[in-house]
């Protein structure tokens, strides 16, 4: 059994937790949207016929809700006729914009054959986005006018036509500053790093890159999509929290401070990406249908193929 064959209990398993999660729109608890997310996709996992691990996931950093590192998923644990599979997941991205309504939130996850995805503790990645050409042209070990300044060559841009997403927080002053110096268009997002890492490598897309500190679930979640859209991704674990640096040198058989190419952070073609909408943005968020029923729209991409979808559902 391949990856993809499991998408249709994926794609139940996202779109449950963004309806939960869509109970709480606006409401302004961003915990409770979070714990009922992660309550009705554990739910669903509870059921799925695979042999499962959280390699990677949300919750530690900020002590919310979560499906925990190294937790079992599924009906067959232990069996040996069961497709050994790791999750990194975040069943709800963007707690805050859930909380306030704000676009691109999302229940989201990526699947691999067990050992694929980056099994690391819930810590921060920097992270750089970037278009198909910019593969072999950017690095996390380049300073920001050699990335601006890779990009825009390969685009054929100047840097003055560059969008740049960053997320909007203390720790980014001075890329901040760097990107101003040259001119670059900068736009600063409250949460969401992983639809704008999807931007970035779409061609349609106004974004050109993504660059900044974020979550490493999103960066391992991140790279499987971009590694099926055949885009330029790279991140660096960075350790603000106690203990994580510990717990990564325990979890981690390599260098802890390496840059993790997109290749390494997902290191299967038998990979899958998953995302439903909670909130409009990329994807319309929740559809509530009245008598009970909800309508959920979720994008997949399927690395071995290459294959990236829309998909509406109703529930």
Not at 217 to 244: D, Q, Y
Request: charged fraction near 25%; include cysteine.
């Amino acid at each position: 059994m391949e990856t993809a064959d499991l998408t249709p209990y994926f794609l139940k398993a996202t779109g449950e937790a963004a309806i939960a999660a869509a109970a709480w729109k606006g409401k302004g608890d961003r915990k409770a949207a979070d714990g009922a997310a992660v309550k009705a996709m554990r739910a669903v996992f509870d059921a799925v016929p695979f042999d499962g691990r959280v390699a990677i996931g949300e919750g530690e950093r900020d002590d919310a809700p979560m499906l925990w590192i190294g937790e079992p998923l599924g009906s067959m644990q232990g069996e040996e006729s069961a497709p050994l599979i790791d999750i990194a997941v975040d069943p709800l991205e963007c707690t805050n914009h859930v909380a306030l309504d704000l676009p691109n939130a999302m229940a989201v996850l990526a699947a691999g054959p067990r050992g694929s995805l980056l099994h690391a503790p819930d810590c921060y990645m920097d992270k750089i986005a970037a278009p198909p050409e910019a593969i072999g042209e950017i690095s996390l070990d380049a300073d920001t006018q050699y990335n601006i300044e890779a990009v825009s060559s390969v685009l054929g841009k100047s840097p003055s036509e560059l969008n740049v997403v960053v997320m909007d927080r203390p720790r980014h002053e001075e890329l901040i500053m760097d990107l101003k110096s040259l001119n670059v268009q900068i736009k600063l997002i409250g949460d969401g790093d992983v639809s704008a890492s999807l931007d970035a490598a779409d061609p349609n897309s106004e974004i050109d890159m993504l660059m900044g500190v974020g979550a490493a679930p999103e960066g391992v979640i991140s790279a499987t999509a971009l590694r099926g859209l055949g885009a330029a991704f790279e991140g660096r674990l960075v350790f603000k929290n106690e203990g994580h640096r510990e717990r990564a040198m325990r979890m981690i058989d390599d260098d802890i401070e390496r840059i993790w190419g997109r290749d390494d952070l997902c290191r299967s073609e038998d990979s899958v990406f998953i995302a439903s909408g909670v909130c409009d943005g990329r994807t319309p968020g929740v559809e509530d249908l009245g008598n009970g029923g909800f309508r959920v729209h979720s994008e997949i991409i399927d690395v071995k193929s290459g294959s990236h979808s829309f998909k509406t559902s109703d529930f």
